[in-house]
């Protein structure tokens, strides 16, 4: 995450995967409503189907998510802006997230 202001992951660069799929609103509630995604094996995030999200790094954050617009979007409080992403998932659960200046967050769904 950018601070508590953007999305609550870490960075992952250089990762090639050829079989990302964009996904709609529908397809990203379902992706990410009541799961637990790992970054970079030091993080990670579940994300309540109310609309509530936990990062956990070295203490846990609190958040919000929302799917607007084709879009992904999060806000951390003490922020009041949400932030938005592009999301794609592929066959093994994984999901990516792409910012406006084309850095992306890869997670690992956890079981």
């Known amino acids: 995450m950018?601070?508590?202001?953007?999305l609550a992951l870490l960075l992952m660069?250089?990762?090639?995967?050829a079989d990302w799929v964009p996904l709609d609103d529908a397809g990203i509630t379902a992706a990410l409503s009541?799961?637990?995604f790992v970054y970079d094996d030091?993080?990670?995030q579940h994300f309540y189907a109310?609309?509530?999200?936990?990062?956990?790094a070295a203490e846990p954050s609190w958040g919000y998510w929302r799917?607007?617009?084709g879009q992904y979007c999060s806000q951390w409080p003490p922020g009041t802006g949400?932030?938005?992403y592009d999301v794609f998932g592929d066959e093994t659960g994984a999901v990516r997230w792409d910012d406006a200046n084309?850095?992306?967050t890869i997670g690992r769904s956890l079981p």
């Open 2 to 6: 950018r601070g508590k202001t953007g």
């Open 13 to 17: 660069t250089g990762m090639a995967h």
């Open 34 to 36: 009541d799961r637990d």
């Open 42 to 44: 030091t993080a990670t």
């Open 50 to 56: 109310s609309g509530r999200t936990r990062y956990t």
């Open 67 to 69: 799917v607007e617009n």
């Open 82 to 84: 949400w932030d938005c």
């Open 102 to 104: 084309g850095n992306s």
